[in-house]
């Protein structure tokens, strides 16, 4: 069985900073490429930052330069600290674990974490 439970969200003022975490269970986080999507009100979820089980990392446009993805491998957990936020960075966000197993994708999903930018 693999879980995600995500943490750190919260209520912040817009240009502060917050520290996402999330830790996974189970024995796929070593073969797994971990992201955070967000999905605010009325909108399509969309992914924010990725990174490879290289370490290699990606981000969507928006956040280049506020937000950073890291994984810790030993502890099974994947982090994305995002400073300068702005009102538009309100959502959920979630957090992604991905893998290919015989040919086909897999996917598992965290529950969750509200961010609300705001003043």
């Known amino acids: 069985q693999v879980q995600l439970v995500e943490s750190g969200g919260g209520l912040v003022q817009p240009g502060g900073s917050l520290r996402l975490s999330c830790a996974a269970s189970g024995s796929i986080f070593g073969i797994s490429a971990m992201s955070w999507y967000r999905q605010a009100p009325g909108k399509q979820r969309e992914l924010v930052a990725g990174?490879?089980?290289?370490?290699?990392?990606n981000y969507v446009d928006s956040v280049k330069g506020r937000f950073t993805i890291s994984r810790d491998n030993a502890k099974k957990m994947v982090f994305l600290q995002m400073n300068s936020l702005k009102p538009e960075d309100t959502a959920v966000y979630y957090c992604?674990?991905?893998?290919?197993?015989?040919?086909?994708?897999?996917?598992?999903w965290g529950q969750g974490t509200q961010v609300t930018v705001s003043s």
């Open positions: 990174v490879s089980t290289g370490g290699n990392t």
């Open positions: 992604n674990a991905h893998f290919m197993m015989f040919g086909k994708s897999v996917n598992y």
